[in-house]
Nanobody, 126 residues
Framework: QVQLVESGGGLVQAGDSLRLSCTAS????????MGWFRQAPGKEREFVAA????????VYADSVKGRFTISRDNAKDTAYLQMNSLKPEDTANYYC???????????????????WGQGTQVTVSS
C-alpha cells in the first residue's frame, strides 16, 4: 500500500495561486493513478483532477478546468496541483488519493480510489 501526505495549503486572496503537493511513501508511486478531491464544510467530497501513471493523460472537473493543473514527478514520488486564479468557492480541504484502477477513463469518483491523504486546507478570501 501507499501513504500520502499533502502540503501547500493556506490562506490566499481571490486571484492568487497555490501549489499543492502530495508525497507518497510505500509501494511504487508510479503504479498508481493519482487524483485530487476537495471537500467544503457541509458538502460532499468532490472530484478535482486526476492523472494517469505516466503523467500523459489528465482529466479535470469543469469547475477548475483552465485554472488548475495536475502533474506528477515519479522520480520524486510526488503529485502536484497547481491552482491559479483562485476563487472563494475553491475554499475546501483538498485531498490527494491513489487508485490501482487500470480501466479507462481515469477514475473521477471517490469509490475508485484506494488510498487517501489527510488533507490540506485551502481558504480563498474575497
Amino acid at each position: 500500500q501507499v501513504q500520502l501526505v499533502e502540503s501547500g495549503g493556506g490562506l490566499v486572496q481571490a486571484g492568487d495561486s497555490l501549489r499543492l503537493s502530495c508525497t507518497a511513501s510505500g509501494r511504487a508511486f508510479s503504479s498508481y493513478v493519482m487524483g485530487w478531491f476537495r471537500q467544503a464544510p457541509g458538502k460532499e467530497r468532490e472530484f478535482v483532477a486526476a492523472i494517469d501513471r505516466s503523467g500523459g493523460s489528465t482529466v479535470y472537473a469543469d469547475s477548475v478546468k483552465g485554472r488548475f493543473t495536475i502533474s506528477r514527478d515519479n522520480a520524486k514520488d510526488t503529485a502536484y496541483l497547481q491552482m491559479n486564479s483562485l476563487k472563494p468557492e475553491d475554499t475546501a480541504n483538498y485531498y490527494c488519493a491513489a487508485s490501482v484502477s487500470y480501466y479507462l477513463p481515469l477514475p473521477i469518483t471517490t469509490g475508485r480510489y484506494n488510498y487517501w491523504g489527510q488533507g490540506t486546507q485551502v481558504t480563498v478570501s474575497s
